[in-house]
């Protein structure tokens, strides 16, 4: 059993067990492995902008550094909205398994402070600069159920979550958006003050995009901007599409081909 379920339960067999047991369950009514080999790429690439992006950079423990603008996705709520329910769905379980089997495993291969240790889960900033109460309420049904299908269904890949530029209605705002979350997850998730300098310590300043108080000409509507060891892993681009990374380089996910998710 993956010890990223027994971890989400508190190391209690059983629960993890069942956790693992409808995990697989749903893999297998949902089609996962098939949905993600088969995905456009070009529908996968476009759907990449409503969700937390990477920034081709890590933390300073070598687990990628995601970025969400939340203000980014007001101008593109009708594009959203037009999207039928069940492929926006579809959309979500194709970029986590994009995350679990590309993006987890590249960050074990490359260098890291622990490197018997295999990267398992994602390091998020939330940025919430901009962005109007009114604006967050239309989009909490988005935004609720990529949380809960993590949550369900791929366990334990957030390593933790910063909240940064919380306006003043913040605190409303979590009493209606904590109950997406576990316990456990809840703990991960951290509000920063107007000050930044925090981050500092959880992420190298070249590796932290300018607008955070770091040295990254990065913004979220950029492409990943890799990292020395990740450009020449990757031959100096980042691929398109759904791909994984196995044994060292990236290769297409096979039709019916089991997704082996980075544990640890």
Known sequence: MCSRFLRARGFDPSQAQKQFADAESWRRKHDVDNLFATFDAEEFESAKRFYPRWTGRRDKNGVPLHVYH???????????????????????VALYEFITRFSLPLCTHLPHPESTTPITNTTSIVDLSDVSFMSLWSLRSHLGEASRLASDNYPETLCSVVVVNAPSFFPTVWGWIKGWFDPHTRSKIHVLSNDLSSLHELVHMPDLPKVYGGELEWTFEDEPSLDKDASEVLGGVMPRGPVIFVDGRVAAPGAGQKGAEADG
């Open 70 to 92: 939340i203000a980014s996705l007001v101008p593109l709520q009708k594009e959203l909205n037009a999207v039928p329910p069940a492929r926006r769905y579809q959309r979500i």
